[in-house]
């Protein structure tokens, strides 16, 4: 049986971080999560490097949830990388940020991005987004 694809959670603010883990549990979303806090260590990771090298690049990853505001790399460049990279292209890339701005929507779905969610602002929904987008992409959405 194969293993379940991890779920990358690329998040530099701790409270957020907190809320999504928590909300990915009760919504009963059994896949390993790594949480990155920054968007030099989101790429290490998905691409077995510097602290990562013993990582197999080869374990599927269902999704990753990303934000835009991020230390060191910032998540559109992020993004730009992870659907630039053959070995990561079809990777699913859910963008989970707080920016409404056109130009960031824009330019993630111009970097290929599979969704764009805004962070709602109330507590309770964020935690029905962040439930919902956990169900989708680990039980519903068909890998390839």
């Known amino acids: ?46 691409f077995a490097e510097g602290l990562f090298t013993a990582r197999d690049p080869y374990r599927t990853l269902c999704v990753v949830l990303l934000d835009l505001k991020l230390p060191k790399i910032s998540g559109t460049e992020v993004l730009r990388r992870i659907k630039t ?7 699913p890339v859910v963008v989970l940020t707080t920016s409404s701005e056109q130009q960031d929507v824009h330019a993630c779905y111009e970097n290929g991005a599979n969704s764009y969610v805004r962070k709602p602002v109330e507590f309770e929904k964020f935690l029905e987004a962040v439930r919902h987008l956990g169900l989708y992409w680990t039980v519903v959405n068909e890998r390839a």
Do not use: S
């Open 1 to 46: 049986m194969a293993q379940p694809g991890i779920i990358l959670l690329v998040e530099d603010n701790k409270d957020d971080e907190i809320l999504t883990l928590d909300a990915l549990h009760n919504a009963g979303v059994t896949n390993p999560v790594f949480v990155a806090r920054d968007g030099a260590e989101a790429l290490d990771f998905l």
């Open 85 to 91: 990279d053959e070995r990561t292209r079809r990777t």
